[in-house]
């Protein structure tokens, strides 16, 4: 490749006669070969620089390997660092009372505060009854509420027989109680839309053919402890009204095959 150049650096510098015998076009063809040769010369340097064969030594040599370093990892902690944790505060004086006119009435947010409690709402439950708004107190025997009228309810008895130690608990340990005890729900239209019920002081499952009857009367079922059963009445009835919520209740002092305890 070298010499090649060197070939085509001699015919650029051929000896040119400037004497003025040499006529003008035989400078214009100088010329012209001049800037041929100038041109092929470029054209083969090119290609000699894009085209060069790889060296096996290349190809045989081994080449430095670079050791990757492991990415550092974030830490993902959810729990705050010990100097960014908000320390407990030293007193619970919370300072003055606030005198602006800002302040949230948190009395003012009760939908509920100009409405009238219904007669028949629960004021109380006591181990042997119940103590309603009317004044009225229920002792003995649980209580049925239904469309605004409140009626002793005694769904352990069985026919003719007055006993107050019978059983709410079938062998499943389920709570049912027989058809008969739910008449009043049969008479009563238009049919309540709920039923809550209060299986006396701690839940019970309700038996599958006591669901299944009070479902074919069109009623649904909300089945609690008496506690809770009287406080869900009291504010669903407040709410929708007694003529759309009803409630049969077992004192909290009923223990089974004993009947009423007066006290717990």
């Not at 407990?88 to 949230?104: L, N």
């Not at 609690?224 to 669903?236: C, G, I, K």
């Amino acid at each position: 490749m070298t010499s090649f150049i060197r070939t085509k650096v001699q015919l650029l510098h051929l000896p040119i006669d400037t004497s003025p015998h040499i006529s003008h076009k035989s400078l214009i063809t100088m010329e012209r070969q001049i800037i041929y040769h100038t041109r092929s010369l470029s054209h083969r340097i090119i290609q000699s620089t894009t085209t060069r064969p790889i060296r096996a030594s290349s190809l045989t040599s081994p080449r430095p390997c670079t050791t990757l370093r492991p990415a550092s990892r974030r830490s993902l902690h959810t729990t705050a660092p010990v100097l960014m944790q908000n320390k407990p505060p030293k007193t619970r004086d919370r300072g003055p009372k606030s005198e602006e006119d800002t302040q949230t009435d948190f009395g003012a947010l009760d939908v509920l505060r100009n409405t009238a409690a219904p007669a028949t709402s629960i004021d109380a439950t006591t181990p042997d009854g119940f103590a309603l708004n009317n004044q009225m107190r229920v002792s003995g025997c649980g209580l049925l509420l239904v469309g605004g009228e409140a009626f002793r309810w005694r769904p352990w008895v069985s026919g003719e027989k007055e006993d107050v130690t019978g059983r709410l608990k079938n062998a499943k340990g389920q709570w049912e109680v027989k058809e008969g005890a739910w008449g009043a729900l049969e008479l009563v239209w238009p049919k309540p839309d709920i039923l809550i019920i209060g299986t006396g002081p701690n839940v019970m499952p309700l038996a599958p053919a006591v669901r299944t009857y009070l479902n074919g009367l069109g009623i649904r079922l909300e089945v609690q402890d008496t506690r809770n059963a009287a406080a869900q009445f009291n504010l669903l009835a407040t709410e929708r009204g007694v003529q759309q919520v009803a409630a049969a209740l077992i004192p909290t002092g009923w223990r089974e095959g004993k009947g009423i305890v007066g006290d717990e």
